[in-house]
């Protein structure tokens, strides 16, 4: 069993993304500039949102941290949304997800500018990555390929099963993988809610991906030999041996399905870490793309 490491691979991404944006500079080249946009106070999301600043600043990007409490009206966040549309200085941004019940997510999604939605979640840079057109792609499921890539992890006709289909991973991965790419060309069967005999089809994949936020759905009796598996699963549950008194789990019970992979991504340090490389190359990306 190899561990997939998600920290150091997004790590030596981070290292070029550096030295690609020094390079930039020394020819008087613009800083990129993330902005991100919180809303509310939970845990996961500030985690998360605290790690793209802190990756940027790593790079030497510019970030800029917009906070608004949980009681924000939509129509607050949508004027906030068309101010960095408009904002020559920012390259790209994100709302960091969920937003709260009262907030329409797809309405302030389709109000970001689609060249500067660097988490690819507009339906305009959905399509286009549907269509192979150039496109900023969804950010987890890019940190997902670029992973397996960088690992040496071949996909070219493998049977692959994703356990979720939510817009931002499990459904974009999904054609992402199915796609005549490298990495791609699998077989992909998607299993959600409604899907019958889970536990034969999983054991048949060749590559499993778990995204489907139920800590330890994945057992090890669902896995074969020499499987390779992807976890994207990121609940908190309570554990009073943390001094925070919370751990991370993943969608997979890691202890017992590792002995049977042949490469596993554990939680933390697998899959989220990619997710904020796949972050920063967009917004790379959005600043060439807007100066060009
Ligand atoms: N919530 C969970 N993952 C993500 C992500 O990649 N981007 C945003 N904006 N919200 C998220």
Not at 9 to 21: H, R
Not at 99 to 104: E, R
Not at 268 to 286: D, E, H, R, W, Y
Request: proline share 5%; with cysteine; charged share 25%.
């Amino acid at each position: 069993m190899q561990l997939l490491d998600g920290k150091a691979t997004a790590q030596a991404i981070k290292d070029e993304l550096k030295q690609a944006v020094d390079n930039r500079k020394s020819k008087g080249s613009k800083t990129p500039h993330l902005a991100a946009v919180l809303v509310g106070n939970d845990g996961g999301s500030l985690t998360y949102v605290n790690a793209k600043v802190k990756a940027c600043e790593q790079i030497g990007f510019h970030s800029s941290l917009i906070r608004y409490d949980d009681s924000v009206s939509e129509k607050e966040l949508l004027a906030k949304v068309i101010e960095l549309n408009n904002d020559e200085e920012i390259d790209g941004f994100i709302v960091q997800l969920p937003l709260p019940d009262h907030i329409d997510e797809l309405k302030i999604t389709m109000a970001i500018d689609p060249i500067k939605d660097v988490d690819g979640f507009h339906p305009q840079n959905l399509g286009k990555m549907m269509l192979n057109l150039p496109s900023f792609l969804p950010a987890t499921p890019a940190g997902i390929l670029e992973l397996m890539k960088r690992n040496g992890i071949e996909t070219s006709g493998k049977d692959c099963v994703v356990i979720g289909r939510s817009n931002i991973v499990g459904m974009p991965i999904s054609i992402m993988l199915a796609k005549k790419n490298d990495p791609g060309n699998c077989t992909v069967t998607l299993i959600h809610s409604r899907t019958k005999n889970i536990k034969e089809k999983v054991l048949k994949a060749d590559i499993i991906i778990a995204a489907i936020g139920q800590p330890g759905f994945v057992t090890a009796d669902m896995v074969k030999d020499g499987a390779v598996v992807i976890d994207v699963g990121t609940t908190r549950v309570e554990d009073a041996s943390k001094k925070n008194g919370w751990a991370l789990k993943g969608d997979v019970d890691f202890e017992n399905v590792a002995p049977k992979c042949s490469f596993i991504t554990p939680v933390p340090g697998g899959v989220g870490p990619m997710t904020i490389a796949s972050l920063m190359i967009n917004t790379l990306q959005s600043m060439e793309l807007r100066n060009k």
